[in-house]
């Protein structure tokens, strides 16, 4: 993540950004340092990720930017290609959500970039980058059927293929 802040000139990573611009970054470098040897601090700094050894080397073909238009869609890509990276709105309660289903409805006026990781029939299971501290260890439970105008499918984007080239030493 803090290669993505610190290496990817085209977004605005610490302004909230946008998944995509982080794609066009990682399909371009075809490498991406894990978090143990580029770690986390928050703030833009000096781009060091040549310096980094422990880095998945890669080969990020295509990505689904568009979305869909429905949590069904959501859902459908949950299921046929694993994570898929959506936006919220960050509420009051959002910022201190602890545990169980969120049921507000933060599909709308989106600020937040987060990855959906699984599904219920109530909930979408979906991982923040906040932390452990925060919600469920790192993790929400947004509640289905709430927003009124988008769903999280409508901001959603998906990779649709890639393949590792070399795995960390």
Request: hydrophobic residues 45%; charged residues 10%.
């Given at each position: 993540e803090q290669e993505i802040v610190d290496c990817n000139s085209s977004g605005s990573e610490c302004n909230g950004g946008w998944y995509t611009t982080v794609w066009d970054y990682v399909k371009t470098s075809n490498r991406l340092a894990y978090k143990s040897s580029y770690g986390y601090n928050g703030v833009k700094g000096s781009c060091s990720s040549g310096s980094t050894t422990n880095a998945l080397q890669y080969s990020l073909n295509s990505y689904d930017g568009n979305g869909g238009s429905t949590e069904a869609d959501?859902?459908?890509?949950?299921?046929?290609?694993?994570?898929?990276?959506?936006?919220?709105?960050?509420?009051t309660n959002f910022y201190s959500y602890s545990s169980g289903v969120f049921n507000e409805d933060v599909a709308s006026s989106v600020d937040h970039a987060v990855v959906a990781i699984g599904y219920a029939s109530n909930y979408f299971l979906v991982r923040n980058s906040w932390g452990t501290s925060w919600g469920v260890s790192g993790h929400i439970y947004l509640g289905r059927g709430l927003s009124t105008s988008n769903t999280y499918a409508y901001y959603s984007a998906h990779i649709t293929s890639m393949s590792a080239m070399k795995l960390p030493e």
């Open positions: 959501l859902a459908s890509d949950l299921y046929n290609y694993g994570p898929v990276a959506i936006a919220v709105r960050c509420s």
